[in-house]
């Protein structure tokens, strides 16, 4: 559908959202609306509605820093309290599938992959995998999101493994893993001690993909995890307008933005790549001003990040829209090097069209 306030021109609006990205830049009190929403569907699903703001307790897991009372779940489903103590709903278990990607594999980052750019793709005439972690919970609510699968696992609590039953499903072939879902961000602990174990004995590249959402408590612990590992952070960086990114998302940015920022700053004497920025290009949300705005933010951490500008396909709570359009996506690759980034790459383009919208 076209945004009703944009007769002048075809400016998308998703009728999840009713109105166009423009009108909620311009008009923030729209955002508390987009918020009812997201409560409203997340509760028709059995989720928690929103991060709850009135217990007592602080839960300091993530970055959303649910304040929960006795017996309340938190937003990801995966924390609550329990005699005054945040504790884990499912001690020393975390809420996760995984499945092998041989290698190359779909990545968000494969063009700067260490593994795919920088050894043979074979170890003793067997051919190298990606151990793909895939949990079940997440401490954001994207409209748009592509692997909604995970809400289904944070209602029933299952399928569940220790860290320590997950790195026993590794071998000698795996020569990466991916922690992604959902969100990692709000499985620090479980993916962690996962990571140190697959490299007790050799070395296992780890990687995250993320909405970066992450709390201080374990950021550092995360970065230090990768970095010493060879791998990458894949940050989802999703929208810079606060309001864009909250109607999107149903939670805030500010700390996504500021962990960006942090992690720039340690990668910048890097050896390979150890931070790379995605933005899906959502046709009437995150349209040019967006990428402008985003990826002149990259610029002022480090020019050289490199950045995926990934094509959007119709999917959960957004079906109405398009996919994006090849002229977006080409449009986009420029704005973001005349913003100054030096490595700019446009991924999914199998699944750009030639749909016709506003985007600006």
């Not at 592509?146 to 299952?158: A, C, L, P």
Request: proline share 5%; charged share 20%.
């Amino acid at each position: 559908m076209f945004c009703a306030a944009h007769p002048d021109r075809e400016a998308l609006a998703a009728s999840v959202l009713g109105r166009c990205g423009a009108c909620y830049r311009e008009d923030s009190t729209l955002v508390n609306t987009a918020v009812d929403t997201h409560a409203s569907l997340r509760a028709r699903a059995g989720l928690i509605p929103r991060p709850p703001t009135d217990g007592q307790y602080v839960c300091p897991e993530c970055g959303n820093h649910c304040r929960l009372s006795e017996g309340e779940i938190g937003f990801c489903g995966s924390f609550t309290v329990r005699d005054g103590r945040v504790v884990e709903r499912y001690p020393d278990e975390a809420i996760v599938s995984w499945y092998f990607d041989p290698l190359p594999t779909n990545c968000v980052a494969d063009w700067v992959c260490p593994v795919t750019t920088k050894s043979g793709l074979s170890r003793d005439g067997r051919r190298l995998k990606n151990l793909a972690v895939f949990y079940g919970s997440c401490n954001s609510d994207c409209l748009f999101c592509q692997n909604e699968s995970y809400k289904e696992m944070m209602v029933t609590g299952r399928p569940r493994m220790t860290a320590a039953g997950l790195a026993a499903v590794s071998d000698t072939a795996t020569a990466c893993v991916c922690f992604f879902g959902g969100d990692p961000a709000c499985n620090a602990a479980h993916s962690l001690e996962t990571a140190r174990l697959l490299n007790e004995e050799r070395l296992v590249r780890v990687c995250y993909e993320t909405n970066g959402n992450i709390s201080f408590k374990w950021l550092d612990r995360i970065a230090d995890m990768v970095e010493s590992t060879g791998g990458t952070i894949k940050f989802d960086l999703k929208a810079f307008s606060p309001q864009i990114y909250t109607a999107l998302t149903g939670v805030r940015n500010d700390l996504v933005l500021k962990n960006f920022r942090t992690l720039a700053g340690r990668g910048r004497n890097r050896d390979g790549e150890f931070l790379v920025a995605s933005i899906l290009l959502v046709p009437g949300y995150v349209g040019l001003h967006e990428v402008r705005q985003l990826c002149q933010f990259i610029a002022s951490c480090d020019p050289t990040i490199p950045t995926a500008l990934l094509g959007f396909t119709p999917h959960h709570h957004m079906t109405d829209l398009p996919r994006t359009s090849r002229r977006h996506a080409r449009r986009a690759a420029e704005v973001a090097r005349e913003a100054g980034l030096t490595n700019v790459r446009v991924g999914n383009v199998g699944l750009l069209s030639d749909a016709e919208y506003d985007i600006e």
